[in-house]
């Protein structure tokens, strides 16, 4: 993150001092950096400025309303994958040609909200979702552009819990059976095939499963010789987690992308947002008691997996540092864990890392993308709070759920 950094031992982000932060709001809570998410998003709009894709900022990374409407007012549109989602993102003030329905299990209800807001696109990810949305635009009198999403059985080379374009993924339709499909639609007279879309995972760090996705989309679509309005290439960009990754270098890959959408004479719709939105946000929390093991000692916070999965889920590592630096350094091995009855309520293992004691506090880094969106309840643990940061201003976008609401709901 550009907008964190520490003025002599303090953290800070943007101009605000997170230890004064601390003076004013318990821990733990989510805090962003309004600035980095505009420097990502127009960093990734940059890149592919000759192709002028819309970028569909995916709403499952982070659904705060109030980051919404700062992507909004940048010319985002989103990418959702519920009808609270896409109800979140019209709220926002996104508009619904800008809006894209995925995902594999869209109830009745989801896509009757769809139909009658009348988004840019539907992507069907099977025949039977095809059928559906055909049965209820007809009784809705109203002709739905659809687009269908593909497996192109490509091997995005990343966490198999996030790999989503392999033929084993649950995923899209595969090309042998949308082929099938295909000599079937036009008896759908309801729904207008628009878009062919595609996602291969997340957490990609470099552009080969992308080229390889171009390449069989752009075979099929001649094969076929589809006559397309949009090609949804999905996200899944990286970022670096640690100072070992490099984030992916997208600038060979926009060339690609350039030749792809003026060969086809169609507009590319993106769905970045780990990339966006992964970088912005830390997790702030408390050192509640330190507990010597046998192996290594427990630093015990008071943020739990219910705040913050995305290392219980995925095994995935997010680097801890100090709020306050300190030169003295600890010669024990030390994990960060959480108060969750649960084992896999942990965070990090440590060796020669800086003294630390209990009432410390410490940042996780890198939460913005898949950290409040996957928070929970679990434990009857109350949603923690969303701080906003902007300069030297700072703002809540979600205050602290009340516990005694949470018990009585």
């Given at each position: 993150?550009?907008?964190?950094?520490?003025?002599?031992?303090?953290?800070?982000?943007?101009?605000?001092?997170?230890?004064?932060?601390?003076?004013?709001?318990?821990?733990?809570?989510?805090?962003?950096?309004?600035?980095?998410?505009?420097?990502?998003?127009?960093?990734?709009?940059?890149?592919?400025?000759?192709?002028?894709?819309?970028?569909?900022?995916?709403?499952?990374?982070?659904?705060?309303?109030?980051?919404?409407?700062?992507?909004?007012?940048?010319?985002?549109?989103?990418?959702?994958?519920?009808?609270?989602?896409?109800?979140?993102?019209?709220?926002?003030?996104?508009?619904?040609?800008?809006?894209?329905?995925?995902?594999?299990?869209?109830?009745?209800?989801?896509?009757?909200?769809?139909?009658?807001?009348?988004?840019?696109?539907?992507?069907?990810?099977?025949?039977?979702?095809?059928?559906?949305?055909?049965?209820?635009?007809?009784?809705?009198?109203?002709?739905?552009?659809?687009?269908?999403?593909?497996?192109p059985n490509v091997d995005a080379k990343t966490h198999k819990n996030i790999s989503t374009g392999k033929a084993e993924n649950k995923f899209g339709l595969s090309i042998k059976s949308f082929k099938i499909f295909l000599k079937t639609i036009n008896s759908l007279k309801n729904i207008k095939l628009d878009a062919l879309s595609v996602h291969i995972g997340s957490q990609i760090l470099n552009?080969?499963?992308?080229?390889?996705?171009?390449?069989?989309?752009?075979?099929?679509?001649?094969?076929?010789?589809?006559?397309?309005?949009?090609?949804?290439?999905?996200?899944?960009?990286?970022?670096?987690?640690?100072?070992?990754?490099?984030?992916?270098?997208?600038?060979?890959?926009?060339?690609?992308?350039?030749?792809?959408?003026?060969?086809?004479?169609?507009?590319?719709?993106?769905?970045?947002?780990?990339?966006?939105?992964?970088?912005?946000?830390?997790?702030?929390?408390?050192?509640?008691?330190?507990?010597?093991?046998?192996?290594?000692?427990?630093?015990?916070?008071?943020?739990?997996?219910?705040?913050?999965?995305?290392?219980?889920?995925?095994?995935?590592?997010?680097?801890?540092?100090?709020?306050?630096?300190?030169?003295?350094?600890?010669?024990?091995?030390?994990?960060?864990?959480?108060?969750?009855?649960?084992?896999?309520?942990?965070?990090?293992?440590?060796?020669?890392?800086?003294?630390?004691?209990?009432?410390?506090?410490?940042?996780?880094t890198n939460v913005g993308a898949y950290g409040s969106s996957l928070s929970s309840n679990y434990n009857t643990r109350p949603l923690i709070a969303e701080i906003l940061i902007n300069k030297n201003k700072l703002r809540y976008i979600r205050k602290k759920q009340n516990l005694l609401k949470l018990i009585s709901s």
């Amino acid at each position: 993150m550009q907008n964190l950094r520490y003025v002599g031992k303090n953290l800070f982000i943007e101009k605000l001092s997170i230890k004064n932060i601390l003076k004013k709001q318990k821990t733990p809570f989510y805090i962003y950096s309004e600035n980095q998410i505009i420097t990502n998003f127009l960093k990734f709009k940059n890149t592919f400025k000759k192709t002028n894709p819309l970028i569909c900022f995916a709403a499952k990374s982070n659904s705060n309303l109030n980051i919404l409407k700062v992507l909004g007012r940048l010319g985002a549109g989103a990418d959702v994958v519920s009808g609270g989602e896409l109800l979140k993102a019209l709220k926002a003030g996104i508009k619904a040609k800008k809006i894209v329905f995925s995902g594999v299990g869209k109830t009745e209800e989801e896509l009757k909200i769809a139909i009658n807001k009348n988004i840019l696109l539907i992507n069907c990810e099977s025949e039977s979702e095809a059928k559906l949305v055909n049965s209820l635009a007809k009784k809705l009198r109203k002709k739905v552009s659809i687009g269908f999403r593909l497996n192109p059985n490509v091997d995005a080379k990343t966490h198999k819990n996030i790999s989503t374009g392999k033929a084993e993924n649950k995923f899209g339709l595969s090309i042998k059976s949308f082929k099938i499909f295909l000599k079937t639609i036009n008896s759908l007279k309801n729904i207008k095939l628009d878009a062919l879309s595609v996602h291969i995972g997340s957490q990609i760090l470099n552009d080969a499963p992308f080229k390889k996705t171009l390449s069989v989309m752009s075979k099929l679509i001649k094969d076929l010789r589809l006559n397309l309005k949009f090609v949804d290439l999905g996200g899944g960009f990286g970022i670096n987690y640690t100072n070992k990754e490099k984030p992916i270098n997208l600038n060979k890959y926009s060339k690609l992308v350039e030749n792809f959408s003026k060969k086809l004479d169609c507009k590319i719709i993106f769905e970045p947002g780990r990339s966006i939105i992964g970088n912005t946000g830390l997790l702030i929390s408390k050192v509640q008691f330190i507990k010597k093991g046998a192996n290594k000692n427990f630093i015990i916070l008071d943020a739990g997996m219910n705040d913050f999965m995305r290392p219980a889920l995925y095994d995935a590592f997010h680097q801890i540092i100090p709020v306050s630096k300190n030169s003295a350094k600890s010669k024990d091995k030390i994990e960060f864990v959480g108060p969750v009855c649960e084992s896999t309520c942990k965070f990090g293992i440590y060796k020669n890392y800086q003294k630390i004691n209990e009432n410390d506090f410490i940042a996780i880094t890198n939460v913005g993308a898949y950290g409040s969106s996957l928070s929970s309840n679990y434990n009857t643990r109350p949603l923690i709070a969303e701080i906003l940061i902007n300069k030297n201003k700072l703002r809540y976008i979600r205050k602290k759920q009340n516990l005694l609401k949470l018990i009585s709901s």
